[in-house]
């Protein structure tokens, strides 16, 4: 496992919170596990907004830094990869469109569902959160490829762009 994304894994001991026990991670880490087995594999039908919030909760929500991630999908909606592509601070991730865009190209996406998380807990969208996805929407339009949501996950119910009519 790489160094990058051994920091993401919530069994890897730099991610450990003292919220939760051993078997309280172990019992995320095999939800996570499944959710991915069943929904996240390459072919897997993105077919429920609820089922892209439950994974993206599971894999994003315990992070003690903002983790910027994207969920690749080709022409059919179809998950080719979901992949973790910078970690921040406590409350911010920087994230640059060229690298988006160019792993879009490489794994040959159509579509792409964006999401990053919010240690604080508190969901709602900043301003900053617009300006990026704004920037994001346009570069990734230059190469045919479409923002579907961006998802925000905190405590409680995700804050989805799509939702809130703003992609």
Do not use: W
Request: hydrophobic share 45%.
């Amino acid at each position: 496992m790489s160094t990058q994304f051994a920091r993401l894994d919530p069994t890897h001991s730099s991610t450990r919170s003292p919220v939760f026990s051993d078997p309280e991670r172990r019992f995320i880490h095999q939800a996570i596990a499944l959710v991915e087995h069943r929904l996240f594999q390459r072919g897997a039908c993105i077919d429920s907004p609820k089922a892209v919030f439950d994974f993206l909760r599971l894999k994003l929500g315990s992070e003690t830094h903002e983790v910027f991630a994207a969920v690749f999908l080709d022409t059919k909606h179809r998950v080719i990869a979901f992949e973790a592509l910078a970690q921040g601070s406590i409350d911010q991730a920087v994230i640059y469109p060229r690298t988006i865009v160019k792993r879009a190209i490489e794994l040959n996406a159509a579509a792409v569902i964006l999401a990053h998380n919010h240690p604080s807990g508190c969901t709602s969208r900043s301003e900053a959160d617009r300006i990026i996805t704004d920037r994001l929407r346009a570069a990734l339009e230059l190469v045919d490829v479409r923002i579907l949501d961006h998802v925000i996950v905190g405590k409680g119910d995700p804050y989805s762009f799509a939702e809130a009519g703003l992609l």
